[in-house]
């Protein structure tokens, strides 16, 4: 008998939410993942997009727009997925299992999808593969550039577009090296499913294989193309991410919690009970994230504009 799959801890799950705490969809307030709340506006999709099986010169643009917003090294291939979750499942089979290093806690789905081809998973020391999760979450670590002695190196930047600049995109020309891009986190399309692996020319081709053809829809290859080439469109949604990252520290701070860490689109707090917390907001309609492995961490996304005063009056 085939075992069910293990359900693994996300944010989101927005629906078990109501069904315990009640109220409908617009009710609440989402704070539970990293994804920015005022998402890139998508304007109008080109009918072809929806009725016609993509072609190679809307990919050959997204790949063009990708390259040119990440500063992709001319030796380094890139390719768009559906999503960087597709990415991160389909990786581990492209080497005979053995021991890979993912320092934790973090992102779990790396850890849990080498499990599942049969790796062991250690969290320092050596092994044939590596993973980073560059800024981590859900603390918001910046790593080093690491020192690629490894058969595959996987620095996944999901989280890397608010601040550009830690960016390890150089060392995408390093034998072995896949960089990981997630579209729907900075631009809130998680939605459209659309993510990036960029690095070695090799293991590129053999993700591309793995993932076979048309794997990006019409609708999110133009989109994302659009949106990659809107530089005015980040450098102002950068600004305001920092700007309503600190407010929400303030009045977090302000309420007894203490700022851990985080990002620009996520924050880490220590609250001493995070299980009453979560409980607390979840009965005003206000949905966090809590972690398995401490009793003290609450993680907030930030609200919409239109969702500051639910927060406020909650806490």
């Avoid at 293991?203 to 989109?223: D, K, M, T």
Wanted: include cysteine; aromatic fraction near 8%; proline fraction near 7%.
């Amino acid at each position: 008998m085939t075992k069910p799959a293990q359900i693994r801890d996300h944010g989101g799950g927005l629906d078990a939410a109501m069904a315990k705490y009640g109220g409908s969809r617009s009710d609440w307030l989402d704070l539970s993942t990293g994804i920015n709340p005022e998402p890139y506006p998508v304007g109008t999709i080109a009918p072809h997009a929806w009725a016609s099986l993509p072609d190679a010169g809307a990919f050959d643009a997204l790949q063009a727009a990708a390259r040119r917003f990440w500063s992709v090294p001319n030796d380094a291939a890139v390719l768009a997925a559906p999503g960087a979750s597709a990415l991160i499942a389909r990786i581990p089979a492209l080497l005979l299992p053995s021991r890979a290093v993912i320092a934790g806690p973090t992102y779990n789905e790396h850890a849990a999808s080498f499990r599942a081809q049969g790796w062991q998973i250690a969290d320092h020391g050596d092994g044939d593969a590596r993973v980073i999760v560059h800024p981590n979450n859900p603390d918001g670590h910046v790593w080093d550039a690491p020192n690629f002695n490894q058969s595959i190196t996987v620095i996944d930047e999901s989280f890397c577009d608010v601040d550009p600049k830690i960016s390890h995109i150089q060392t995408a020309t390093q034998p072995g090296t896949l960089i990981l891009k997630s579209f729907g986190k900075f631009w809130g399309l998680a939605g459209l499913r659309l993510g990036f692996a960029i690095g070695d020319p090799d293991l590129i081709a053999r993700l591309r294989e793995a993932i076979g053809p048309w794997q990006v829809s019409g609708p999110a290859l133009a989109i994302g193309a659009r949106a990659l080439t809107d530089d005015q469109w980040a450098e102002q949604t950068r600004e305001r991410l920092g700007d309503d990252a600190a407010r929400l520290d303030a009045l977090m701070t302000d309420n007894g919690a203490t700022l851990v860490g985080g990002t620009s689109l996520f924050r880490l707090y220590d609250v001493g009970n995070a299980a009453h917390w979560q409980d607390r907001l979840a009965k005003r309609h206000i949905w966090s994230r809590v972690f398995p492995y401490s009793s003290k961490w609450l993680r907030l996304g930030l609200p919409p504009s239109s969702g500051w005063r639910q927060l406020e009056a909650a806490l």
